[in-house]
């Protein structure tokens, strides 16, 4: 079953852990995996959980549920986490650098999903925010290894130029394994 959002749901720092965390209310919490150096300010205090956010979660969590065969309680994690970083994250530049160019020419929205391919790897995204030219992107795929020194861990976001995005095949049924 999907975990629908309601009027307790409420953004809050937790200290104990360094993290964003979702409280769901009935003493439940989730942890997201962003620390105060990618968080906005205002994120480091409660926030509500505003209509916005709902309308966001929502969208994403029905546009995963469709394109991913995996369970509710994964898609639910990627939602939120894709909400928290499409309203509480700092802004990005782009880094394209770190990806191929792709042979295809693509139209990126929010909520979609694309692969990006490494010299090692090719790993599947989903677009937080996008833009003209960029979009910014969370990881879905275990980690990426960007270069020696640089790997992108799950549900941590990447901006990158439209060109580099992969386009899913229609009957490509794309595997994530959630934290």
């Known amino acids: 079953m999907l975990l629908m959002p309601n009027k307790e749901w409420q953004w809050v720092y937790n200290d104990s852990y360094n993290v964003l965390s979702i409280s769901l209310g009935d003493e439940m919490e989730f942890l997201t995996p962003y620390t105060p150096k990618v968080l906005i300010p205002d994120a480091l205090a409660s926030l509500t959980f505003s209509v916005e956010h709902a309308k966001f979660y929502i969208q994403v969590l029905d546009r995963l549920s469709r394109a991913l065969s995996c369970d509710d309680a994964y898609i639910v994690q990627m939602a939120l986490n894709a909400t928290a970083a499409h309203f509480l994250l700092k802004p990005e530049m ?27 790897d090719q790993v599947t995204v989903l677009v937080i925010e996008s833009g003209f030219q960029a979009s910014l992107v969370m990881l879905l795929s275990e980690s990426c290894l960007l270069s020696d020194k640089k790997t992108l861990k799950q549900f941590e976001t990447i901006k990158v130029m439209h060109d580099r995005l992969i386009p899913l095949l229609i009957r490509e049924q794309v595997q994530v394994v959630a934290a």
């Not at 782009?94 to 010299?119: A, I, M, N």
């Open 94 to 120: 782009p880094k394209s650098w770190y990806f191929s160019v792709s042979d295809f020419c693509v139209f990126s929205e929010t909520g979609k999903l694309f692969h990006l391919q490494t010299r090692n």
